[in-house]
């Protein structure tokens, strides 16, 4: 893997980890998720994703990290879910005591944060590429 991809991967978890300690620390974790007949939508996290995402794309520079960072989201919301369910009490909503019943609940949210995600990339990617080449006349030998 190239140094650059794996660089924007660190970067674009730690970004991830920053924006989740923001909002719980800010108390806006409960309250932030719009709630809508499909499910809720939480729009904290889904603009964390796609700023995450473009963060690490524009480090990485590279058409791979588009990937790479769905696969990231999918592996942050699998470990959510998994975390919700084994953490979930016997008076929890049902949809919360099964991993196919939480993954319903959220399926609205996991989409647009993996659509977040790829977008985020694909836009850091682009700018990354524009900032990050020389101009005519102006490189530096």
Known sequence: MDKRILLGCLSAA??????????KLLG??????????AGAIPLIDVFAALIAMAIGGAIAQHAHFRWIALLLMV???ALTLFAVVS????????PMRTMVG??????????LT???????ALLGQRLGERL???RDGLSMR
């Open 102 to 111: 939480a993954l319903k609940f959220n399926a609205v949210a996991i989409v």
């Open 14 to 23: 730690a970004m991830l980890l920053l924006f989740g300690l923001f909002t």
């Open 28 to 37: 806006l974790d409960a309250r932030q998720a719009i709630d809508t007949g």
């Open 87 to 94: 953490m979930a009490l016997p008076d929890s909503p049902l």
């Open 75 to 77: 592996l942050m919301w």
């Open 132 to 134: 990050g080449r020389p």
């Open 114 to 120: 993996l659509v977040a995600a790829f977008a985020g």
